[in-house]
């Protein structure tokens, strides 16, 4: 009895799987296409942040990442001690295997070694729901840093790279739209104090937010 309901599982499950298939690439060949506000148009100036410098990505890791738009910047502020890195990226669309690269894979790729990891709730403002964000210290060598990062969808903010890839069949599916940003900051860790470089990175993410919605898609 126990193979017939295994066997049974497997069936259903693997009908599930290819009726799933058959929704996404249809909802792909339907895609909408979508356009951002160009990233290099974003503030170089937000309340008390300043940018000091912009960053530049090289043609191979262009080519590799494979964005449709990209910002590299630091920003920093009077009065705190540390600057904040701002990275986004941004995917027009994922139907042609573009898509962003996890920083839980590539940041270990770069030589920096994971030593905490977990979420964290911000709330930008009264009006809405806090998002919640990947909150990551990373290390290499005598270094450290505090890293935040989420995908930003259609009007969504997403923490998990698994329930990314469940909003994109269901957006496809239901909007035909497979855009989607990776948006990081990174806030070096001074003396150990990785509460005092986490609080700048919050503060940081609570100034900008606002200002980004209207450079990505709603």
């Not at 909003?167 to 806030?187: E, F, G, N």
């Not at 001074?190 to 100034?207: H, L, M, P, R, W």
């Amino acid at each position: 009895m126990a193979s017939i309901l295994k066997n049974r599982f497997a069936l259903i499950l693997t009908l599930a799987l290819i009726g799933q298939g058959i929704l996404y690439y249809s909802a792909f060949a339907l895609e909408k296409p979508t356009q951002n506000k160009p990233l290099a148009l974003f503030a170089k100036d937000i309340g008390d942040w300043h940018m000091t410098q912009e960053g530049h990505i090289d043609k191979e890791t262009l080519d590799m990442l494979r964005a449709d738009d990209t910002l590299t910047r630091t920003y920093e502020k009077g009065g705190y001690a540390v600057p904040a890195g701002f990275y986004v990226a941004y995917f027009k669309t994922q139907r042609t295997g573009q898509s962003p690269h996890s920083p839980k894979n590539c940041l270990p790729g770069s030589g920096w070694e994971p030593l905490q990891e977990g979420t964290l709730d911000i709330s930008i403002s009264p009006e809405r729901a806090p998002i919640q964000v990947n909150r990551y210290i990373v290390a290499r060598g005598d270094n450290a840093s505090v890293v935040l990062y989420w995908y930003q969808t259609r009007q969504r903010v997403i923490a998990s790279d698994y329930s990314a890839k469940i909003w994109l069949v269901l957006d496809s599916i239901r909007y035909h739209r497979s855009d989607t940003a990776l948006v990081r900051v990174i806030v070096p860790v001074i003396q150990g104090n990785d509460t005092q470089a986490t609080e700048t990175a919050v503060y940081f993410v609570k100034s900008m937010f606002p200002l980004l919605q209207g450079y990505l898609p709603s």
